[in-house]
């Protein structure tokens, strides 16, 4: 069975630094894209950037680049989004997901809660 | 940026059919996808390649596209299939991906 399985829930102080991550499990975690998402609270999807595990290629989102960075480590099948500095505004749910062919992201993670707060 | 407009809100009763549309100007290159979001859920795929059902997704949803616009249709809607609705495409260089901000379904 395919899985994406996320790190837990994170509370961090603004200004601190964070890693969070997606470990790929039930199939071959070198083949496919995988992308990260953000919903802040009461709000939409707003796609961040994607990565090839394979050769590490990664887009970002023009919103997005430049104030995340994304990472994979294809020997243990995981993705990471990490953040060097973190803002309140990053305070956001953020799920990571399988791009299955073109662009559709057919398989989801459940979703890392990051709460940034002094 | 390239963006997709969908409206905030549509409410239909039990039985009806609700449409929820999705713009774009790149829609004619690029296929949409549509996602079914509960509370407290992560997003689930409900229609792939503009009309595309995976397999697990019931009859009543469907998908069709007609020039810059993509129509999600949910046939015989029941209490269940209340929820947050997004598009989702790519821009026409097929660089960025995007959704759109959004559709909230109230089955009243």
New interface residues.
Partial sequence: EVQLVQSGAEVKKPGESLKISCKGSGYSFTSYWI?W?RQMPGK????MG?IYPGDSDT?Y???FQGQVTISADKSISTAYLQWSSLKASDTAMY?C?RRDG?????R????TLVTVSS | SYELTQPPSVSVSPGQTARITCSGDALPKQYAYWYQQKPGQAPVLVIYKDSERPSGIPERFSGSSSGTTVTLTISGVQAEDEADYYCQSADSSGTYMVFGGGTKLTVL
């Fill in positions: 992308g998402v939409g999807l707003e796609w994607i887009r989102s023009p919103s799920y997901a073109d662009y559709v992201l057919g989801w993670g459940q979703g």
